[in-house]
């Protein structure tokens, strides 16, 4: 039996199920960094941006309902009112949902760049049912 408190899922499946439920939603240049040997807070930021403050929230709301139906909650929630910048901490991994200037302000990306960019086709595991 299950424990519901258990994530069945390892960790990378679960970066990557936020990362198909983000693309659902439409998510623009959707990136997943590996940096477990670059720092030791997390292992994983998925990184994303929506086109408006309406989508950005949208697409966090997506990720955060996705990851309930495995038992997941994240650890702390920041942004949601303002929608500029969702920042999702599950712990292992951190989801950051930007608009597209507050994306390009803070690049991330560049000031995480020695961490592996590990983005591939992402798809979700409920398309086919």
Known sequence: MNDPLTP??????????AAAAALDL????????????VTDFT?????CSGAS?????????AVQ????EDGLRPLHV???RQAHWILLDYGDFVVHVFDQDHREFY???RLWGDAPDI????????ADT
């Open 8 to 17: 069945s899922l390892d960790i990378e499946a679960q970066v990557r199920r």
């Open 65 to 68: 309902r996705r990851l309930r």
């Open 78 to 80: 920041e942004g949601e």
């Open 53 to 61: 403050n309406r989508q950005v929230q949208a697409i966090a709301s």
């Open 43 to 47: 292992d994983y930021f998925l990184i």
């Open 107 to 109: 690049a991330l990306e």
């Open 119 to 126: 983005t591939e086709p992402v798809t979700s595991p409920q």
């Open 26 to 37: 439409k998510a623009l240049e959707l990136r997943l960094l590996h940096l477990e040997q």
